[in-house]
């Protein structure tokens, strides 16, 4: 079943076009990737889908409603969770208040505890930490904080923004088997990863980005095997 189907979509920064006549679709259950350099529209991409920019055309189809014109809140509120580059969390309140206010859309609030729960058995640290402050813990901690912040909103669509940015390699394994057991849960992933072998080897299918365009797509297997991309992405 098709879960969101974004149909040529431009994104301007100001004068500055970031994003030419995009289209790309994501089926219910997937994990899809979009990799690409620095600076190719990757996190333009998600900023687009989760209301942070208006695209200047094209539209976006999210289980059959039309989000491109909507606010961040709105689609947070249908089922999008983007969860940003730079984690964004509250570094002055606690592991539980970050993770409470992550349930404050209308369907998460009624299922809070439950959820709460859930994600204590995916990150057990975080639940030995509970009342810690957020900006006190390790950068692994912090990423496995957002990632359970999106998921205190029950997301349908879970949107990652470089989730292994600045971590450990054990930490990096770590959270892209959170990213699969998630998934195998019944969450849909969009993944901007800038460890294109770690994307690409759990992802369904992708996409790759260069200078705001779509230059290909594939399943995840076989973009790993394209002599294009291990030469440009993997440096093989």
Do not use: W
Not at 1 to 30: P, R, V, W
């Amino acid at each position: 079943m098709l879960l969101i189907n974004i149909e040529k979509i431009s994104t301007f920064y100001g004068d500055l076009q970031a994003l030419y006549e995009i289209s790309f679709c994501i089926e219910e259950g997937e994990i899809v990737s979009i990799i690409g350099n620095n600076g190719a529209g990757k996190s333009t991409a998600l900023n687009t889908i989760s209301g942070v920019f208006h695209p200047k055309s094209g539209t976006i189809n999210f289980m059959g409603n039309q989000i491109e014109k909507l606010f961040s809140h709105q689609i947070v509120e249908l089922g999008i969770v983007q969860i940003p580059e730079a984690r964004h969390l509250f570094p002055r309140m606690s592991i539980l208040e970050n993770l409470q206010l992550g349930a404050f859309v209308s369907r998460a609030r009624m299922e809070k505890e439950k959820t709460i729960r859930y994600v204590f058995d995916l990150f057990p640290p975080l639940e030995e930490r509970k009342y810690q402050l957020a900006g006190t813990l390790s950068g692994g901690e912090q990423q496995m904080l957002a990632i359970a912040r999106g998921l205190m909103a029950r997301p349908k669509l879970l949107m990652l923004d470089e989730p292994s940015l600045g971590l450990a390699p054990k930490i990096v394994k770590q959270v892209f088997e959170v990213v699969k057991q998630v998934n195998r849960e019944g969450i849909t992933v969009l993944l901007v990863e800038q460890n294109v072998y770690y994307s690409l080897n759990i992802s369904d299918r992708a996409y790759v980005l260069e200078n705001g365009k779509i230059v290909m797509q594939g399943s995840g297997k076989n973009l790993l095997k394209d002599e294009n991309v291990r030469r440009t992405y993997l440096g093989i």
